[in-house]
């Protein structure tokens, strides 16, 4: 079961929201501008740069190489890159696993959110010092770790366990996420076009310092001294056995995986099915903007939405908001498997994927601030860090599995495809519809 115990929490208040919101949400907005700045730019500066001239120099490749099974040959890189890539995006996911461990168990979650900036900002600024390459996506790696869970989790932490507005918090924080998103590949792109790699993999660094310097300077300010302190109350034995149970969790973190490989896939199978045509190659890179844009345009809508619930006494839990969520995902995935069907082996209509991608971003408007407000909940009090980071867990695990999956791209038609596609986000909407059901808790508890 979800734990709702928490005392309420004090502090300041912007917009009906605790002032650390909004602090919170702009050093993600910052450490996101520093993630995607950086992942636009690797690929291509690994393809462009790194591996054609300077292979030899990069410290620990040879030694890489061998633990992972490949030897590249000279001129031709690509596997190396695919292989560098993939353990880089699924990994920056799996670390905040270890970042919570930390902070939940030994160090708290302010120390763990300041050190893993610092290794941040020295990851970014010797990423374009070839001979520290490797060391320089470690450092990235853990330094993600120690923010990406550890932020999340204090906002949970600045809300009232009952409090429904903990889903509006997470709304926000979505926004500042998307926001980093989106500017990130447009102002290193054109840096690294205009002033070479290393003024651009400067400014993703420079992205980090601004983002450490707001949360060192604004926490004190903003943000309430038992947060700050990790000052955590006595829970009973009793309690702590009876916070969650193990196998709805389970099912959550399982829906959860099966309900992400969808969205993989949009950056993969997607977009090879569009370009297979040779006509769309260029013209489609510019969808990749489409869920971004979904986002700072709907949250506003889906706040609104919940609000006039709320005055009707009509607002739904966490839990049934993600029940909605998968719903519409599910549907999204259902329209991608028609537009399949009708398209056969061409390459479908651009405006259609626009509406599908569309479709997929607002049910996950719905689902995603909800299942970050329901894993903010589960575990002990103030010991959420954890549980945070097993929701980035569920992205890891999601990685790899759509790599594998994508692999069949190409042996079988779009329409089955997409179909299996399909088959694993239903599953994923009827897991968490059976975890809602699992999850039920007497009527006097509102929060889900």
Known sequence: MLSYDRPSVAGP?????????????????????SFYGMRAL?????????????????????????????????????????????????????????????????????????????????????????????IALMLIVLGTGGIKGNIAAQIGSLYEAHDNQREQGFSLFYVGINIGATAAPIVCGLLAQYFGWNVAFAATSVGMIFGLLLYIAGSFRLLPQEILKEALPTVSPDKRRSSYRVWPFLCLLISCVLIWISYEQQAN??????????????????????????????????????????????????????????????GAQAALLCIASFSGQKPPSLMLVVAYMAMWEIGDLLFSPAAMGVFSRIGQQGRNAVSMALWYLTYFAANILSGAIGGWWGYMSPALYWCFIFATTLVGFLGILLYSSLNARPKSCSAV
């Open 42 to 134: 690797l690929v291509l500066y690994m393809v462009t740069d790194l591996l054609p001239r300077h292979h030899n120099e990069i410290f620990g490749l040879s030694i890489f190489c061998s633990l992972v099974g490949l030897h590249p040959d000279v001129g031709d890189f690509s596997s190396l890159v695919s292989c560098l890539y993939g353990l880089y995006s699924g990994f920056v996911y799996f670390t905040p696993l270890l970042g919570g461990f930390l902070a939940d168990k030994w160090f708290g979650k302010t120390a763990l959110i300041v050190s893993g900036g610092i290794l941040l900002v020295i990851g970014h600024l010797i990423l374009a010092t070839p001979a520290l390459f490797l």
């Open 269 to 330: 199978a997607l977009m090879r099915w569009l370009v297979s045509g040779g006509s769309q190659q260029v013209s489609s890179v510019w969808i990749q903007a489409v869920p971004p844009i979904v986002v700072l345009l709907g949250t506003p809508c889906v706040m609104y939405l919940w609000s006039l619930c709320r005055r009707k006494n009509m607002e739904p839990g966490p839990v049934w908001k993600m029940v909605v969520g998968a719903a519409v995902l599910a």
């Open 13 to 33: 208040k912007w917009f009906g929201h605790p002032a650390g919101l909004f602090l919170l949400a702009g050093v993600e907005l910052w450490e996101r501008f």
